[in-house]
């Protein structure tokens, strides 16, 4: 794979109404960010609804599902939102899909849906992803697939536009790599983007990051966490080169409770 130049997404839910919404979309553009990305959460407005809206109020932001969890929608139902909010959007939709984690095993209940395995959950990924090229016709909407685990890199390899690795907060750097290398093997001649989320910029970790992540800013720190920057944009710029010239990242989503911190290294990095 060449490496690509970097390019940086936002992730933030539709939460306060449609009027701050509206708002965080036009500040990421603003801003200088490829991409909305909006989680999926059955306490959210849907993904693709408040993505809907975003591309409205922007005209060259990207937006993304970060990511659609396969057991909360039949594969051909989430082909269908993609491909439609892709037509809608004038092709600037980007289709973030993943297995779900182990807490949607009761939305997915709450949906009267199956949770399934590992191994069903993504066969159904697989499966939306051939739904989706087939709807998408000579179109193609960009997918990208949250790998977490072997059988995922290897599904996200082959059949990807992107692949952001899934991997716990305190996954050593050995790790990564390695888990890097799976992918580009996967892909083989395949020219895929290599992505990576960040939570925390700084040292002050919000409280919901915390304990979504279960550490906080000095244990991120000693373990040397891929998912934490230094709030000096050149020491982060620095670190995220360092990044991409060893594990190949180029696509970088922060945590949207950084958009404004996370600005300086963006203007510093992007498209380069």
Do not use: C
């Not at 060449?2 to 839910?13: D, H, I, S, Y």
């Amino acid at each position: 794979m060449a490496t690509k130049a970097f390019r940086f997404g936002v992730v933030a839910a539709a939460q306060g109404g449609a009027t701050q919404w509206r708002e965080t979309a036009r500040r990421a553009e603003d801003l200088g960010y490829s991409t909305l990305l909006s989680p999926d959460n059955l306490q959210l407005p849907t993904p693709t609804a408040a993505l809907a809206v975003a591309a409205a109020v922007t005209t060259e932001l990207r937006v993304g599902s970060f990511v659609l969890a396969s057991p909360l929608r039949t594969p051909r139902a989430a082909a269908w939102e993609a491909h439609s909010l892709s037509v809608l959007t004038d092709h600037r939709f980007e289709l973030g899909l993943g297995t779900g984690l182990p807490a949607m095993r009761a939305a997915a209940a709450e949906l009267g849906l199956p949770y399934g395995t590992g191994k069903e959950r993504l066969a159904q990924v697989s499966d939306t992803i051939a739904h989706l090229r087939r709807l998408d016709g000579e179109e193609h909407t960009p997918i990208l697939v949250a790998a977490g685990g072997p059988r995922a890199r290897k599904l996200a390899g082959e059949q990807a536009d992107i692949v952001t690795l899934a991997d716990p907060p305190l996954t050593s750097r050995a790790d990564f790599a390695a888990h890097a290398a799976e992918v580009r093997a996967a892909a083989g001649d395949r020219d895929v983007e290599l992505a990576t989320n960040v939570f925390v910029v700084g040292d002050e970790v919000p409280p919901w990051v915390r304990g979504f992540i279960g550490a906080d800013a000095a244990t991120l720190i000693e373990h040397e966490s891929l998912t934490i920057l230094p709030d000096d944009p050149g020491a982060a710029a620095d670190e995220l080169e360092r990044r991409r010239a060893e594990y190949g990242t180029s696509y970088v989503s922060v945590n949207g409770a950084f958009l404004e911190a996370f600005a300086p290294v963006i203007s510093r990095l992007n498209g380069r």
